[in-house]
């Protein structure tokens, strides 16, 4: 059973009630003063500055901590970190990155860009990241409306032309460095001309394949390659280790024959010398020169002939002393070996 009003309480009449303009006038101004006030603040972090902007035109660059501007959409602010390093990878994705311009989540589009062509019409699969920072605020807000987006064309851009100069030996293997710097310079110098209002700090190459249909017999190359360079190398330390050995032992010969050779000709000018003084001396006194000469060789010669006897010219019988020769030998032997009579 619903309830009934009290019959003592009438009803309120509205023609009773008054509304007072004044009143919802405040109340108006102070909630739109409030909002107003609410919205002429904004904070900037500390990696980051303000690019004021008042009905779209560039105003002010406002730097980190707490600012003032117009409220109600006169200004506007948008925040850009200028002091972050920001990375832009190409081929591959590090999951979880803040910055949605870091990588192509499709893998159509990132497996596209990845895939190039060489200068000696190879293919190839190269992986690359480009790490930058926003070197002018004003110009990275206003000179585009895509910034990043447009830095990844011009790297991928910049990165074929690199890459289709060279081979692919080189791009695989000896050419990266060259590559990453050459790469670096160019998208610099194509940003700076642009006023992108960024500076590349660095390209970095990453895995850089041939494509996994031909990787198998790619690789059997490399190898031949690499065996053909360890026998190369190792034929150069054989010839480096006999070449310096046998022109050391020539030159050892070089060196003992050319010894001799001033050993014979001393030997020549010491006799020669030799010769030439006992000319002297014999021409001054022959007889003597002579007698002199025959003595030295026979004090040479006679010391080298085994059973020799000398005689006087004045001996009239050679035998008998050639029988005392004989004996003063057996005795002699006897002396040495006493058994011999025994043995006997």
């Known amino acids: 059973m619903a309830a009934s009003r009290p019959p003592n309480l009438p009803f309120p009449n509205p023609a009773n ?32 500055v303000g690019v004021v902007q ?19 959409g006169i200004d506007q602010v948008t925040q850009v970190e200028i002091r972050r390093q920001l990375k832009l990878e190409f081929g591959y994705g590090s999951r ?72 692919i030996d080189e791009v695989l293997t000896v050419g ?12 610099q110098a194509i940003a700076t001309t642009l006023d992108m209002g960024v500076h590349i ?21 490399n190898r031949a390659q690499q ?20 022109r050391g032992i020539a030159e050892q010969a070089v060196s003992q024959a050319e010894g001799y050779a001033t050993q014979r000709v001393n030997e020549a000018e010491g006799d020669a010398a030799k010769f030439t003084a006992l000319l002297t001396e014999y021409l001054k006194a022959p007889d003597v020169t002579k007698k002199r000469i025959y003595l030295e ?25 050639m029988n005392l020769q004989q004996k003063a030998q057996g005795s002699a032997l006897k002396s040495v070996n006493p058994s011999a009579r025994s043995a006997r």
């Open 96 to 167: 979880g990155a803040t910055n949605e311009f870091q990588f192509n989540d499709d893998y159509q589009d990132m497996a596209n860009e990845k895939n190039m062509v060489t200068g000696d019409l190879n293919a190839a699969v190269v992986e690359w990241v480009v790490q930058f920072h926003i070197s002018d605020a004003r110009d990275f807000v206003f000179n585009f409306i895509e910034p990043q987006s447009t830095l990844r064309d011009m790297s991928e851009a910049v990165m074929r032309e690199v890459i289709g100069d060279r081979s």
């Open 227 to 246: 065996q053909k360079e360890s026998a190369i190398n190792q034929a150069n330390g054989e010839y480096n280790r006999v070449i310096p050995e046998a």
């Open 297 to 321: 060789t026979l004090s040479e010669v006679l010391p080298n002939i085994p059973g020799k006897v000398i005689i006087d010219d004045q001996v009239p019988q050679f035998l008998p002393m």
């Open 17 to 48: 009630l008054k509304i007072n303009p004044g009143r919802i006038l405040f109340g108006l101004l102070a909630l739109i003063f409030g909002i107003g006030l609410l919205s002429s603040f904004y904070q900037v972090p500390a990696s980051s």
């Open 176 to 187: 990266r460095q060259e590559i990453e710097v050459q790469a670096l310079q160019g998208l």
């Open 201 to 221: 700090d660095q390209v970095q190459l990453g895995n850089v394949n041939p494509p996994a249909e031909v990787k198998d017999s790619f690789d059997e190359v």
């Open 54 to 72: 008042r009905f779209g035109k560039y105003l002010d660059t406002t730097q980190p901590g707490l600012n003032f501007k117009l409220p109600f």
